[in-house]
């Protein structure tokens, strides 16, 4: 009994401290992204508040968003999962609809009917965890056989893929099955099977990278800066010398002077060389300690879990949040070929912003029930009822 006490405590004391977490990168974000956009706003929408109170109204729907994640009965996620799976396959399919569909920057990523946009492809990043995690939960022994454990989760990403991809969105589809692989790793398959996937998907992506111009000048870019300086390189070259040009301190948080227009979309995917450059190292180390802190935080509850499910919802969503940011914080700073992929809490945008929130509000989810409301194979050795709570 006292064992149990002092489990729920520790459990208290990790959801406390990842909410304060997420408070901290929310309110950190938008800052930086009302200090990012100021400028961009006023030049094209004549309003320099423009993005950022857009952005408010996203929090306000994301928090609401967070809150019901949190408290949902993940049982009842799961006995809809298929719904949630075909829903997100139809929005992805409507964004290739004319009328609905929308292209910006020569992709189709987004649907929008009276002005109101969504980008479905964010809501496949936590579908498809919720699957997986559903699905091996459910397999237990026999995740390793082939035609019942591996081949269903192999065409259900392979469909989100081809939705994604034909959307123009390579990067985010690249993404979406690289962090699919970590939940297969996580749960355990076996070694043969990623060498396997390996020697199938490298030639494929390479070949589709290939199919579109601009891909491949980004690869050349990489390779070679000095090629075409002021063409595919250019985004690149001015986010890396806006974070040289933060040093140590940085110059203040709205004293930075190349988010005016020397860095492409600041307030989108690079609004991170915008945050350097304000808060200079400093303010650098700080942004990886609160993404240090959500990753010890969200597999910290993944190993408390009670469930399988609980272990792989929460380590698949961590590794979905961290993973985004330090790919995103790579191509800024030109460690990576550039892609489109926002920063989580950052990047101005309501799909990213509500999608993040609700992934940690699953999160939390596992962590205020230790997995207990998982609905499914449940420890013995507890006793739960349905709706989670113990009894």
């Not at 956009?37 to 309003?47: G, H, L, T, V």
């Not at 699919?180 to 990623?194: H, K, M, Q, S």
């Not at 979905?320 to 914080?329: E, F, G, P, R």
Request: aromatic share 12%; hydrophobic share 50%; glycine share 8%.
């Amino acid at each position: 009994m006292f064992h149990f006490d002092a489990e729920r405590i520790q459990n208290k004391k990790t959801l406390h401290a990842f909410y304060f977490c997420i408070i901290l990168l929310l309110g950190t974000g938008l800052a930086s992204l009302y200090s990012a956009s100021y400028a961009y706003s006023q030049r094209f929408m004549n309003d320099g508040n423009k993005l950022i109170t857009r952005q408010l109204v996203f929090s306000a729907i994301g928090i609401v968003l967070f809150i019901i994640s949190s408290r949902i009965n993940l049982g009842i996620l799961r006995k809809n999962i298929i719904i949630l799976l075909g829903l997100s396959a139809v929005l992805c399919i409507l964004t290739l609809v004319p009328e609905i569909g929308k292209e910006r920057h020569g992709a189709t990523r987004w649907i929008e009917i009276n002005s109101v946009s969504y980008q479905p492809s964010e809501m496949v990043k936590f579908v498809l965890p919720l699957y997986l995690a559903h699905l091996f939960d459910k397999k237990g022994e026999k995740i390793n056989d082939f035609f019942s454990g591996i081949l269903p989760p192999v065409l259900v990403i392979g469909l989100f893929f081809t939705l994604i991809y034909i959307q123009n969105n390579f990067s985010t589809a690249v993404f979406i099955v690289i962090n699919a692989l970590a939940i297969f790793f996580i749960a355990g398959l076996r070694y043969r099977y990623f060498i396997s996937a390996f020697v199938m998907i490298a030639p494929i992506s390479i070949l589709l990278v290939f199919t579109k111009e601009h891909r491949w000048m980004r690869i050349i870019s990489f390779l070679r800066p000095e090629w075409e300086p002021m063409g595919a390189g250019f985004q690149v070259k001015a986010s890396r010398d806006a974070i040289v040009s933060g040093g140590l301190l940085g110059k203040g948080i709205g004293e930075g002077t190349r988010k005016i227009a020397s860095v492409p979309e600041i307030q989108s995917d690079f609004i991170f060389s915008s945050y350097a450059e304000e808060t200079g190292l400093i303010g650098i180390v700080l942004f990886f300690i609160l993404f240090a802190a959500l990753g010890i935080l969200g597999y910290s509850t993944a190993l408390r879990s009670d469930t399988v499910f609980g272990r792989l919802l929460a380590s698949g969503l961590t590794t979905m949040l961290v993973s985004q940011a330090l790919l995103n914080v790579a191509v800024v700073s030109g460690a990576l070929p550039a892609t489109g992929i926002p920063l989580p809490f950052f990047s101005a945008g309501g799909s990213s912003l509500t999608t993040t929130l609700i992934c940690a509000g699953l999160i939390a989810n596992v962590a205020r029930k230790g997995g207990a409301n998982s609905g499914y194979n449940t420890f013995k050795n507890k006793n739960y009822n349905y709706s989670g709570d113990m009894e």
